[in-house]
């Protein structure tokens, strides 16, 4: 079994600042890449970055040079990624959830969820 809990989630005024956490634990042998994905209400879930094992990283058109998404520990045992939102704008609100793409201990390939950590630009 496979946990993904996110944190770091707020209110935030526009221009401002937050950064996102994710630690992926559990029954994990390897992952591919780990991403940040958004909802906000009425619409339909979107990729907003990811990073693979390699350290390549994908950024939604919508958040490049304002987000910035990195590994912090590759710990088999806990592996953390970070979202550092700057600049953020109303439009920046939304649900954001945590993903991971891996192999558990099984060999057997995962896809995983977080449970989803509301973010709020708003004065």
């Known amino acids: 079994q496979v946990q993904l809990v996110e944190s770091g989630g707020g209110l935030v005024q526009p221009g401002g600042s937050l950064r996102l956490t994710c630690v992926a634990s559990?029954?994990?042998?390897?992952?591919?890449?780990m991403g940040w994905y958004r909802q906000a209400p009425g619409k339909q879930r979107e990729l907003v970055a990811a990073?693979?094992?390699?350290?390549?990283?994908?950024?939604?058109d919508s958040v490049k040079g304002r987000f910035t998404i990195s590994r912090i520990s590759r710990d088999n045992a806990k592996n953390t990624v970070a979202l550092q939102m700057n600049s953020l704008k109303p439009e920046d609100t939304a649900v954001y959830y945590c993903?991971?793409?891996?192999?558990?201990?099984?060999?057997?390939?995962?896809?995983?969820w977080g449970q989803g950590t509301q973010v709020t630009v708003s004065s």
């Open positions: 993903n991971a793409d891996l192999f558990d201990t099984n060999y057997d390939p995962m896809n995983s």
């Open positions: 559990g029954s994990i042998f390897s992952i591919r890449a």
């Open positions: 990073i693979t094992s390699d350290g390549s990283s994908h950024y939604a």
